[in-house]
């Protein structure tokens, strides 16, 4: 039963950062709901663990070594998740630390800002002959960050 | 609005999924045959009480490794992201930047009590890993706490990030060796019975986990700490 609730809380965190990182347009809701999503599979992954009216695999006054193997909880899914936090945490830093950068070049934190820097990369994907029959994207001028590294090719053909 | 909708719809289907997952659980009654095998083995080849802790330092020690190093490229690249600010501050037009505002007097005060007491709170933790819940992981987290309210207690303050640096080097390497040694005299990579097994539940047991739980809890600390650093300013 317990484990059930842990389970169903688990996985509504999950729920809840796939929510936070698919509607917000701020990078940091963003990583706050990557973060959540970590949290909810930690949550998760002790939950399976779990067997029923067990306790800690610690052993010590309360619980024998005789006995440990009938009563204890599976050890294996916690010590997965003892590295998971801390790698959890380790990824959350580099995150912010982009977002710190990006936050420096646009001087804001909307994500909109940012969509037009991935035609920057085009150019060198246009030149190659398997590419001819991707979608082109459009050549107005709503569609060219000033600075640029250049139009792709396909805008100079007409 | 498409957008939205198709928001909706994905939230929707993975609550689908995820209301099935719970349904459907069953809760065991019994150890899986692998976590009763590592429930029984623990206290008795390798003398420690906490078997999570013997499954992190001795059984799956390699996984430990990897994560060091994961760890480790981490510090690297948050370094590499933001470490040239300083001297690329002179290309961004802004204004100058303000100096930090100094903290209030209760947040310097509660820091200078605070901070030696979470370190030897961090220490305890660390040395305990085998005994009871705790390792080096959930030390070297504590120890990276108290270098967040240091930072906060006095925004000007900078951790040496150079002795930091060759500390969690040096603890780094040490960890390698300890591993080979036990390669070469006992049973095999980073096998713990290297030293005495000692008495069952007292600190100086379980071989060499806890001389690996120091190192561990030392470089970690260390490493969390130089990325809470680089964040400063």
Redesign the interface.
């Given at each position: 039963?317990i484990?059930?609730v842990v389970?169903?809380t688990g996985?509504?965190l999950?729920?809840i950062g796939?929510?936070g990182m698919?509607?917000h347009r701020n990078i940091l809701r963003i990583v706050i709901g990557f973060s959540l999503i970590g949290t909810g599979t930690h949550l998760v992954m002790v939950a399976i663990?779990?067997?029923?009216g067990g306790t800690?695999?610690?052993?010590?006054r309360s619980l024998g070594?005789a006995e440990?193997?009938?009563r204890?909880v599976?050890?294996?899914p916690?010590?997965l998740v003892?590295?998971a936090?801390?790698?959890g945490?380790?990824?959350t830093?580099?995150m912010?630390?982009?977002a710190?950068?990006l936050y420096?070049a646009k001087k804001t934190l909307a994500i909109d800002a940012f969509t037009e820097s991935k035609w920057l990369a085009v150019p060198s994907i246009r030149s190659t002959s398997l590419s001819s029959d991707l979608a082109a994207p459009s050549c107005s001028r709503s569609s060219i960050v000033s600075g640029a590294a250049g139009l792709p090719p396909h805008c100079f053909s007409h | 609005m498409i957008r939205r909708a198709a928001i909706v719809l994905v939230l929707a289907l993975f609550g689908l999924v995820f209301a099935t997952l719970t349904v459907h659980h069953v809760e065991r009654h019994s150890l899986p045959p692998l976590g009763k095998r590592y429930v029984e083995l623990v206290p008795q080849e390798l003398g420690a009480a906490n078997v999570i802790t013997g499954i992190l330092l001795t059984y799956r020690a390699f996984d430990t490794l990897g994560e060091i190093a994961v760890l480790f490229m981490v510090a690297a690249g948050v370094g590499l992201v933001l470490g040239r600010r300083e001297g690329r501050r002179q290309d961004l037009p802004r204004a100058a930047p303000q100096p930090p505002r100094p903290a209030s007097e209760i947040v310097r005060t509660g820091a200078q009590i605070l901070v030696p007491l979470i370190a030897i709170f961090a220490a305890y933790i660390i040395v305990n890993g085998h005994l009871s819940a705790g390792g080096g992981f959930q030390g070297g987290a504590v120890v990276a706490s108290s270098a967040v309210l240091l930072l906060l207690a006095d925004p000007r303050q900078r951790l040496d990030q150079q002795f930091l640096s060759s500390t969690e080097s040096a603890a780094g390497v040490l960890f390698v060796l300890v591993g080979v040694a036990g390669a070469i005299f006992a049973g095999g990579f980073l096998d713990n019975r290297l030293l005495p097994l000692g008495q069952f539940g007292s600190l100086f047991s379980a071989g060499a986990m806890p001389m690996l739980s120091v190192l561990l809890g030392v470089k970690v600390g260390c490493e969390l700490s130089v990325i809470i650093d680089r964040f400063r300013s």
């Open positions: 039963m484990s059930t389970l169903a996985l509504t999950i729920l796939i929510w698919l509607m663990g779990y067997v029923a800690a695999p610690i052993i010590d070594a440990a193997s009938s204890a599976d050890p294996i916690s010590a003892v590295t936090i801390v790698i945490l380790a990824v830093a580099i912010l630390a982009f710190i950068r420096e | -």
